[in-house]
Structure formats: C-alpha cells, structure tokens
C-alpha cells in the first residue's frame, strides 16, 4: 500500500501508480503510426517502468479492451494506490462509467493521450475524465506518460516534505 485513506504517502513507502490503458492500444506500433507512433505496448511499458524507477515510484501498467475489466482495476485502486495514470482511449469521449469509477477512488488522476486529440475529429474533443483530473497531457505521444510521473513523484515529494 502506497497512500493512506487521504492519499498521502508515507515516506518509507515508493508511491504506486496505477497506468491504466484503455482499447486498442494494444495495437501501438501497428495501428495508425502517423497518429500514435511505431512504439509498441511493451515499448510504453518499459519507457513509465524506466521512468517511475528514475523518480522513485513504483508503476502497475495494464491495459484492457473490456471497459468493465478497467473499471475493476480503477476501484481495486482505491486505498492501496498513491494516483492513477489513464488513457482511457476512446472511453475517453464516451464512458460516464469510467470517469465516476475515478472519482469514486478518491485518488489524484491524469489524463494522458499519445496523440493531439484537439487537431483531431470533433468527437474526440470532448473528455468525460479531464474535469476531474488533476492535468491533461496530449499530443506528446510517450513523453506525456513520462511527464505525468514526474509530476506525481513531485506532487508525493511535496506531501512527504
């Protein structure tokens, strides 16, 4: 366990930070690289991995293309997790469900998407998660997974001060 019931983490401990994936991007490196990239999944996995050991965090990565699966992992979240890291994907513009499951785990969030989705279709535009987050990051394909966790290792750094 990584936070206590108000998120505040507890100096011995590394903070957990649950990096969630939502449908499809299992296919990065593959699917639409002038959108997304030629990284793959496992590419991301390690780069947060990397990044998350470097800012004295410790990351769950996952991914899933069943939206109630992601749901599960978010409550699963609460109480043992220092923040969640989400991209949910096209969930982003559609799920209600996702982004209550969000708020009901009481845990800081950022929303993260590998591509622009404001140079993107009009649907894409609108984020059920981003009034709820604590920051957005898109457009900056990997880097912005990278930029969140250094934001949550300041953010644990602050509390623990």
Known sequence: ???????????????LILVLNGPNLNMLGTREPT???HETL?????????????????????????????????HAARGRCAGI?????????TSVAIRDALVASELPVIEVHLS????REPFRHLSFVSSIAVGVICGLGS???RLALSHFAEMF?????
């Not at 890291?85 to 513009?93: E, F, R, V, Y």
Request: hydrophobic fraction near 35%; aromatic fraction near 10%.
């Open 1 to 15: 366990m990584s936070a206590s019931k108000n998120n505040k983490v507890m100096p011995f401990m590394k903070p």
């Open 35 to 37: 959108q997304y990239g």
């Open 42 to 74: 496992a590419d991301l996995a390690q780069g947060c991995a990397d990044s998350a050991l470097a800012k004295g965090l410790e990351i769950e990565f996952r991914q899933t293309n069943h939206e109630g699966e992601l749901i599960y992992w978010i």
């Open 85 to 93: 890291l989400i991209n949910p994907g096209a969930w982003t513009h």
């Open 116 to 119: 622009n989705v404001h140079k």
């Open 143 to 145: 880097h912005g997974y």
């Open 157 to 161: 750094q602050e509390q623990t001060a």
